[in-house]
């Protein structure tokens, strides 16, 4: 199974910014979809950002495209998430994914980390 281990997560004012850090334990982890995905209380998780293995082809979802950003570097085996212009609404648990296509299908999750942006 990969392992994946999330940080960066923690309290920011809104319109700040924070960049999160998923940690994969695959050797194979170049050749995997990365995503982001969130869930805040009460509400669905849903999905934020991916990219492909390449690392040039990114989805976002519509609620923080022109603000977020997802990159990886393949050698340090870590895809990153930076969050800008937060508002409050951007609070969730965040967690990172590996193996999926698009906003589906996912095979790997990690733990999540807590992302509260305050007004």
């Known amino acids: 199974q990969v392992q994946l281990v999330e940080s960066g997560g923690g309290l920011v004012q809104a319109g700040g910014s924070l960049t999160l850090s998923c940690a994969a334990s695959?050797?194979?982890?170049?050749?995997?979809?990365m995503g982001w995905f969130r869930q805040a209380p009460g509400k669905e998780r849903e999905f934020v950002a991916a990219l492909r293995w390449s690392g040039r082809s990114t989805y976002y979802a519509d609620s923080v495209k022109g603000r977020f950003i997802i990159s990886r570097d393949n050698a340090k085996n870590t895809v990153y998430l930076q969050m800008n212009s937060l508002k409050p609404e951007d609070t969730a648990v965040y967690y990172c994914?590996?193996?999926?296509?698009?906003?589906?299908?996912?095979?790997?999750w990690g733990q999540g980390t807590q992302v509260t942006v305050s007004s």
């Open positions: 695959e050797i194979t982890f170049n050749t995997y979809t």
């Open positions: 994914a590996a193996g999926g296509s698009y906003s589906e299908g996912y095979d790997y």
